[in-house]
Each structure stands twice: as structure tokens, then as C-alpha cells.
């Protein structure tokens, strides 16, 4: 990535949704931050694209338009012909085994 320019967000945290709406990004960039996570923008989970505001699944995983978002930043990489790309990260809980 070219850039590094995170957004951080504040309680009412925006969803997926409220970033996407009414854009087209060719890549999302699915990350998550936990408790004991090492990495600063969380660990990534997967990726998506966006058109018109709707998920396009590239990985086969769900996405959910409802989940919070803590931190955000967009991004090109013309290398890889992505022109718009977005990185958002999410609060993850404690996972349990």
C-alpha cells in the first residue's frame, strides 16, 4: 500500500454498510483486532469488493453489512491494478476452544 492514513472511529463506531454505501472499492481488506492481538491494525481475516454499496464476497467468506468498524483506510496499488482499495478492521471477541 501506498499510503498509511487510518481513520479511527469513535462510539457509535460506522458499520461496514455506512463506509461502502454508494461506493465501489475493486478490494476490501477484512481485518480483525482481539484481545491479544500483536499486529497495530489487527490480523488479517479476508477481503471483499464492493459495488453500489454491496459485498462481492472474492474468498468464498461471509461478510455482514451491520458489523462495526473501529478503523479504516483507503488505499491504491496500481501494481495490482487495484485503484480503490479500502482496509477496515473490526472488533473480534476472545475465541474459546
Not at 483506510?73 to 478492521?89: A, D, K, R, Y
Request: proline share 5%.
Amino acid at each position: 500500500m501506498e499510503t498509511s492514513n487510518y481513520t479511527t472511529y469513535d462510539k457509535p463506531y460506522p458499520t461496514i454498510g455506512d463506509l461502502i454505501k454508494g461506493k465501489d472499492y475493486d478490494c476490501i481488506s477484512y481485518r480483525i483486532a482481539y484481545p491479544g492481538c500483536d499486529e497495530e491494525h489487527g490480523t488479517f481475516a479476508g477481503y471483499f469488493s464492493a459495488k453500489n454499496g454491496e459485498i462481492i464476497p472474492l474468498d468464498g467468506d461471509i461478510y455482514e453489512l451491520n458489523e462495526e468498524v473501529i478503523e479504516s483506510e483507503e488505499w491504491t496499488m496500481p501494481e495490482e491494478e487495484i485503484q480503490n482499495g479500502l482496509t477496515i478492521v473490526v472488533i473480534g471477541g476472545l475465541i474459546r476452544k
